[in-house]
């Protein structure tokens, strides 16, 4: 079973500020399945990012992913104040625990 | 626009059952494979299950395999998910959601959700 494993658990920034989110699996992994989504307080996820670096539709350009093997990253170039939220990995069926990105 | 509308949540005691629907509109329903996510308070989402577009194939996680049953029906662009011998561990938000590829779980559109409680 492919465990996954993000960090750190919460990233504190300020607008205009880049994150950087990890994401390691347990084992070497195909990049094909590798998702990365969002979720703000009350609302449903939403898919940010597929294939380790394929943008989803509507999703802006300050959003990418990279990676291979076990470590990938989700980079936020320049944070807006909508950025503020949790955000998952997901390899195949499997989700990460989260990490939350907050307003320092 | 994409809209999917789950409904059916609810408080039920152990051991019962509960029937989820999901109403879509917006797109061609019967093309696209569908899934069943759920997430628990506090907790990072957990996938169910997904289903063929012609309803001819289906996959459970192993934590709801034998209780949990993913169905469609194309005539009604209707997604269900029939939950039985419920448990305290199955209180969460329940979701469904269209998948962006074929037998892919990346899942690109999303309802908003119906909360199941599982308590006597």
């Known amino acids: 079973e492919i465990v996954l494993t993000q960090s750190p658990g919460t990233l504190s920034l300020s607008p205009g500020e880049r994150a950087a989110l990890s994401c390691r699996t347990s084992?070497?992994?195909?990049?094909?399945?590798l998702a990365w989504y969002q979720q703000r307080p009350g609302q449903a996820p939403r898919l940010l990012i597929y294939a380790t670096s394929s943008r989803a539709t509507g999703i802006p350009d300050r959003f990418s992913g990279s990676g291979s093997g076990t470590d990938f990253t989700l980079t936020i170039r320049r944070l807006e104040p909508e950025d503020f939220a949790v955000y998952y990995c997901?390899?195949?069926?499997?989700f990460g625990p989260g990490t939350e990105v907050e307003v320092k | 626009e994409v809209q999917l509308v789950e409904s059916g949540g609810g408080l039920v005691q152990p051991g019962g059952s509960l029937r989820l629907s999901c109403g879509a509109s917006g797109f061609t329903f019967s093309a696209y494979w569908m899934s069943w996510v759920r997430q628990a308070p506090g907790k990072g989402p957990e996938w169910l299950a997904h289903?063929?577009?012609?309803?001819?194939?289906?996959k459970h996680a192993e934590s709801v395999k034998g209780r949990f049953t993913i169905s469609r029906d194309n005539t009604k662009n209707s997604l269900y998910l029939q939950m039985n011998d419920l448990r305290a561990g199955d209180t969460a938000v329940y979701y469904c959601?269209?998948?962006?590829?074929?037998?892919?779980?990346?899942?690109?559109?999303w309802g908003q959700g119906t909360l199941v409680t599982v308590s006597s």
């Open positions: 084992q070497s992994v195909s990049s094909h399945s």
């Open positions: 959601a269209r998948e962006l590829v074929g037998g892919v779980v990346d899942l690109e559109s």
């Open positions: 997901q390899w195949e069926t499997t």
């Open positions: 289903i063929r577009p012609d309803g001819s194939g289906t």
